[in-house]
């Protein structure tokens, strides 16, 4: 085959593969959604500000996003052998347990559209707000959390 002919023919076979991983990108992507997955681990890194505990995660679009009705207690029980945990500290949680977790929150009821969690440690329930939909599809019934210097 003369070489600007073989030529010719390889760059199809480009174009054609090119095409090929492509379809296949768009119907990974179908059946694999990228976004809100129900078994990673999220981190956000909560600070005291104003009085209560908040955290920003500008991809979420969250600034100062405030815990209330009985988080922010729960969160200085989980915090309280963290120095200088009110000028930030890391929170991991998770919809499934992962090596490490030391606490789990136990969903009780949705209200206003937030939900209702119970600490069984703690002996202590708190409301986490429709911001809980940035990270999950829907409420899980359990939240493993962990707690860690920054």
């Known amino acids: ?12 076979k480009m174009v054609l593969v090119a095409l090929g991983v492509g379809a296949l990108a768009v119907l990974a992507c179908k059946f694999y959604p990228v976004g809100k997955q129900d078994n990673v681990i999220f981190i956000i890194s909560p600070y005291r500000y104003g009085g209560t505990w908040v955290f920003d995660d500008p991809g979420a679009g969250l600034v100062r996003e405030p815990f209330v009705a009985g988080i922010p207690q729960l969160i200085d029980k989980l915090v309280e052998d963290i120095p200088d945990a009110d000028k930030g500290f890391r929170l991991l949680f998770s919809s499934k347990p992962f090596p490490g977790h030391t606490t789990k929150l136990i969903w009780r009821r949705e209200q206003d559209g937030g939900n209702w969690y119970y600490s069984e440690e703690f002996d202590s329930e708190g409301w986490l707000c429709p911001a809980l ?6 409420a899980p ?3 493993y959390i962990k707690a860690e210097r920054k």
């Open 133 to 138: 939909f940035k990270y999950f599809k829907k």
């Open 141 to 143: 019934k359990k939240i």
């Open 1 to 12: 085959m003369p070489p600007q002919r073989q030529k010719l023919f390889s760059m199809r």
